[in-house]
């Protein structure tokens, strides 16, 4: 009878110990679970990705805009 009752024991403690990993990582696994799923979908294509959330890709490749560096002085710049 010990003997079940310490598997019953060791089983509640590793269920209550994944509750806990799931609920303190979880916007770490939902991210995680989400790369998995597009992974494994066929119809995903990551070039469609790539080209919207890439902000620093300019919008005309030939003309690109006149870069100048930020000044070091203390009035804020507004960025685009």
Do not use: F, H, Q
């Not at 989400?34 to 080209?51: F, T």
């Amino acid at each position: 009878m010990a003997a079940v009752t310490t598997a019953l024991i060791a089983i509640a403690g590793v269920i209550l110990g994944w509750i806990t990993i799931e609920i303190a990582c979880k916007p770490c696994l939902e991210k995680g679970r989400e790369a998995i799923d597009r992974s494994l979908n066929p119809d995903y294509d990551p070039d469609d990705d790539a080209v919207s959330s890439n902000i620093r890709v300019p919008l005309n490749p030939d003309n690109p805009p006149d870069l100048k560096p930020i000044s070091s002085s203390s009035t804020a710049a507004k960025v685009i």
